[in-house]
């Protein structure tokens, strides 16, 4: 079964770092919606919660503030941008966690990993 790692916008949390977001930028409400490209009353909008933005349009305002897309669409508590999500897009959330768990590991424990993955590999082959 295929985990389904499409991220949805949380309506409570999208609003608030939104607005913190531009907050900690300096940024007017007129400079955002410049730079987004976006007019005034659907950044209002966004920021009251009463419209929420699609998915692209998300990744997009993520990109320019330089953030997590999924920690501003609510799905993640890291806004730290997570090139994993740019750079391998098939990879399931979990699998990214993976991936960054394994990137924090010394050489020596990356050569363990390694050793326990090939022998998980190699076992499964004979079954």
């Known amino acids: ?30 400079e955002a919606e410049k730079l987004v490209g ?18 692209i349009t998300v990744v997009g305002i993520a990109s320019i503030f330089k953030v ?26 979990d699998d990214k966690k993976i991936v960054e768990k394994y990137s924090a590991l010394t050489h020596v424990e990356k050569v363990f990993v390694g050793r326990v993955i090939d022998f998980i590999l190699s076992h499964r082959e004979r079954s």
Request: charged fraction near 25%.
């Open 1 to 30: 079964m295929k985990s389904d790692n499409k991220l949805k916008v949380n309506e409570n949390l999208f609003p608030k770092r939104l607005k913190s977001l531009r907050l900690g930028k300096d940024l007017s409400i007129a």
């Open 68 to 93: 997590n897309p999924a920690y501003l669409s609510g799905n993640d508590d890291n806004e730290k941008l997570n090139t994993l999500l740019i750079a391998f897009p098939e990879l399931s959330i």
């Open 38 to 55: 976006v007019g005034t009353n659907t950044w209002l909008q966004w920021e009251k919660g009463t419209r929420i933005p699609n998915m």
